[in-house]
C-alpha cells in the first residue's frame, strides 16, 4: 500500500524468514527492540497472577477491591503519562535512548515492587513499570520500523505484536512456575527485571534509527546504518528516498504547527477519521477484553475453581488463544477486509458475554446451600451467618456477598450444602485439612466449564478481529499530514479507555455481579455493531493518498439499510 509501512503478508514473512542468513543483523536490531513489546505484554499477563497471592499476603487488599484496582490500573495511569512524555523524548533524544529509559524504569519498578511490604509501595513499583510500558509501547515499534528494509517492515513491525501476545503467555508460565515457591508472587513481578537489564545490554551495542540520525543532520551515520540493512544495489536508491522523505516530513510538520485543534476538528476528512478510530478504539477497550486480561485467573475462580494454581492453568489456555487469534489477523485483516472482520469479530464476542452471561447468572442462583449443621462443625462461624434472621435461606453467594470477611468451605461433594466462616488463613487451613475446597470469590458450580468455555469463545472471536482492526484502520484511516496528531488521540483513547474499564471491573461485579457486568459488556458490543456498519468505511484496498479523498465523499448513513450511491457504496 503506497505511502505506509507495507502490508505483513505472508510473502514478507517468508522473507523476514530468509533474513536469518541473508541478513542476521536486521534480525538482530528487530528483536532487540522487540523485547520491549514482550516486557509490555508481560506486565499485562503477570499481574493476573500475582494479584492472587498479593491477596493472600496483604489481607487490606483481599478486603478491598479498589485496592484490587489501583494495583492493576496504577501501571495504566503510569502508561499515559509514559506514552505522552515517550513522544516527546523520542523526537528529541532518539529512539534508542527512549528505549533505555524506559528499560531502566521497567527494571526500577520491577525492583520496587518485589521487595514492596505494603500494598502502596507496590503500587509506586506499578506506576514505575507503566511509564516503562508506555514509553516502549511507541518507542519499540517505531524503532523497528525505521530500522527495517522496506520489504519486511510490515512482517518486523508485526513482530512487535507477535511478543506482547508471546509476552502475556510467558508471563502465565512464570506465574505457574512460581505457585508454589516461597513469596511466589515477588518472584512473578521480579522476573521481569532480566528482561529489561537484556535490553539495555543489547541496546547499548546498537545503533541509532537511521531516519532520526537524518533529521537530525548526522547524514554519515544515517548512511553506515543503512549500507548494513540493506543489499549494496539498493543502498543508494534508499538513502535518495530517505533524504526526499525526511524533507517531506520537516514541511508538514512547519505546515501542521499553523493548524489548530479547532481547525482540525472542522475538517471533514479529519471529523469522520477520528469518529472511526477513536470510536473503534473505544469499544475495543469498553467490550471487556482487558478485564479479561487483567482479571482472567480472578474471573476463573469467580466461576468456580478455588484453587489458585488451577485458575492460572486454565488462564493458560486463554492467553495461548489470545497468541494464537493474534496469528490468525495476518491472513484475514486484507482476505476479509477490515470492516467485515470487525463485524464478524463483534458478532462472536456478543454471543461469547451472552454464554458468559448466563453461566454466572445460574451460577450465582444455583450456588450450593450453607448448612448450620456443617458450620457447626467448625469454631469460625461467620458474625453474619450468626446474626441472621433466615440462615436457612442463605447459599454460598449470600455468604460471600454478606461481608469480605466470610468465607465458605463446601462439603465433600462441593455442589452439597458447606459453612459459612470467618475468611482467615487458621480457617482456610482447618477447611483444607478436611479435604475440602475454601471459596471467597466464587462458589461451586455445575455451570463452571460453561463460563470456561464462553471465555475461550470470547477470546477466539475478539483477538483476530477487534483485537487487531482498530490498530489497522488507524494507521490507515487519517489523511497523510494530519497522522500524527489523530494516531496520538487515539492512542490516548485507548490508555484512558483501558483505565476506566480496568479500574471498575471488580466493583461492578460486586456492586451488580459477574453476570450482568458481562451482560453490560455484551450490550456494549452489541452497540459497537452498529457503530461499526455505520461509522467505520472499508480501508482494504484503499491507498494512503486517497484516504481523504473515500473520507470526504462517505456521508454517514444513519439509514444503514438503506442502499448508497455508486459513488460512495464501496467504502
Not at 302 to 329: D, K
Not at 376 to 385: A, L, Q, V, W
Not at 540 to 548: A, D, R, W
Amino acid at each position: 500500500m503506497e505511502g505506509g509501512i507495507p502490508e505483513a503478508d505472508m510473502s514478507a514473512f517468508r522473507e523476514c524468514l530468509a533474513l536469518s542468513h541473508k541478513n542476521p543483523y536486521v534480525l538482530r536490531l528487530a528483536f532487540s527492540a522487540g523485547i520491549g513489546g514482550l516486557l509490555f505484554g508481560y506486565d499485562t499477563g503477570v499481574i493476573s497472577g500475582a494479584l492472587l497471592y498479593i491477596r493472600d499476603e496483604f489481607k487490606a487488599v483481599d478486603r478491598k477491591t479498589w485496592l484490587q484496582e489501583a494495583i492493576v490500573s496504577m501501571a495504566l495511569a503510569g502508561a499515559i503519562i509514559g506514552a505522552s512524555v515517550g513522544g516527546w523524548i523520542n523526537d528529541r533524544f532518539g529512539r534508542r535512548i527512549a528505549i533505555l529509559l524506559a528499560d531502566a524504569l521497567f527494571f526500577i519498578g520491577s525492583v520496587i515492587m518485589s521487595a514492596a511490604t505494603s500494598p502502596a509501595i507496590l503500587i509506586v513499583g506499578r506506576v514505575f513499570v507503566g511509564l516503562g510500558v508506555g514509553m516502549a509501547s511507541m518507542a519499540s515499534p517505531l524503532y523497528i520500523s525505521e530500522a527495517s528494509p522496506t520489504r519486511v517492515r510490515g512482517a518486523l513491525v508485526s513482530l512487535n505484536s507477535f511478543l506482547i501476545t508471546g509476552g502475556q503467555f510467558l508471563s502465565y508460565l512464570i506465574n505457574l512456575a512460581f505457585t508454589n515457591a516461597k513469596g511466589s508472587w515477588r518472584w512473578m513481578l521480579g522476573v521481569a527485571a532480566v528482561p529489561a537489564l537484556i535490553q539495555i545490554i543489547l541496546m547499548f551495542s546498537l545503533p541509532e534509527s537511521p531516519r532520526w540520525l537524518y533529521r537530525k543532520g548526522r547524514e554519515e551515520e544515517a548512511k553506515a546504518i543503512l549500507k548494513r540493512i540493506y543489499p549494496p544495489q539498493d543502498v543508494e536508491g534508499e538513502i535518495q528516498a530517505l533524504k526526499e522523505s525526511v524533507d517531506t516530513e520537516i514541511k508538514e510538520a512547519e505546515t501542521s504547527e499553523k493548524i489548530s485543534m479547532i481547525k482540525l476538528l472542522k475538517t471533514t476528512a479529519v471529523r469522520r477519521g477520528l469518529y472511526a478510530g477513536m470510536g473503534l478504539q473505544i469499544f475495543q477497550q469498553f467490550v471487556g477484553i482487558n478485564t479479561v486480561m487483567y482479571y482472567s485467573p480472578t474471573i476463573v475462580q469467580l466461576a468456580g475453581f478455588a484453587s489458585n494454581r488451577t485458575a492460572l492453568l486454565l488462564s493458560l489456555i486463554t492467553s495461548g488463544l489470545n497468541a494464537f487469534g493474534s496469528i490468525l489477523s495476518i491472513y484475514f485483516i486484507d482476505k476479509t477486509g477490515r470492516k467485515k472482520l470487525a463485524l464478524i469479530s463483534l458478532c462472536g464476542v456478543v454471543f461469547s458475554l451472552a454464554v458468559l452471561t448466563v453461566a454466572f447468572r445460574e451460577s450465582e442462583v444455583h450456588s450450593p446451600m450453607v448448612s448450620s449443621i456443617q458450620t457447626s462443625h467448625f469454631n469460625t462461624t461467620c458474625p453474619d451467618y450468626k446474626a441472621a434472621i433466615n440462615p436457612g435461606e442463605w447459599s454460598c453467594m449470600k455468604c460471600l456477598k454478606a461481608s469480605p470477611s466470610c468465607g465458605f468451605c463446601a462439603a465433600d461433594d462441593k455442589l452439597l450444602p458447606g459453612a459459612c466462616l470467618i475468611s482467615n488463613d487458621t480457617t482456610k487451613h482447618q477447611c483444607g485439612n478436611d479435604h475440602r475446597a475454601w471459596y471467597t470469590r466464587g462458589c461451586p458450580s455445575k455451570y463452571g466449564w460453561v463460563a470456561l468455555i464462553g471465555l475461550a469463545l470470547y477470546i477466539i472471536f475478539f483477538s483476530p478481529g477487534m483485537g487487531t482492526v482498530p490498530w489497522v484502520v488507524n494507521s490507515e484511516i487519517y489523511p497523510l499530514r494530519y497522522r500524527g496528531v489523530c494516531g496520538g488521540m487515539a492512542s490516548t483513547t485507548v490508555w484512558v479507555s483501558n483505565l476506566i474499564v480496568s479500574q471498575s471491573f471488580l466493583s461492578l461485579t460486586q456492586a451488580i455481579g459477574t453476570a450482568w457486568t458481562f451482560m453490560m459488556f455484551g450490550i456494549i458490543a452489541v452497540v459497537a455493531i452498529f457503530f461499526v456498519i455505520i461509522f467505520v468505511p472499508e480501508t482494504k484496498g484503499v491507498p494512503m493518498e486517497e484516504v481523504e479523498k473515500m473520507l470526504e465523499q462517505r456521508s454517514v448513513q444513519l439509514k444503514f439499510w438503506k442502499k448508497r450511491d455508486s459513488a460512495s457504496a464501496k467504502y
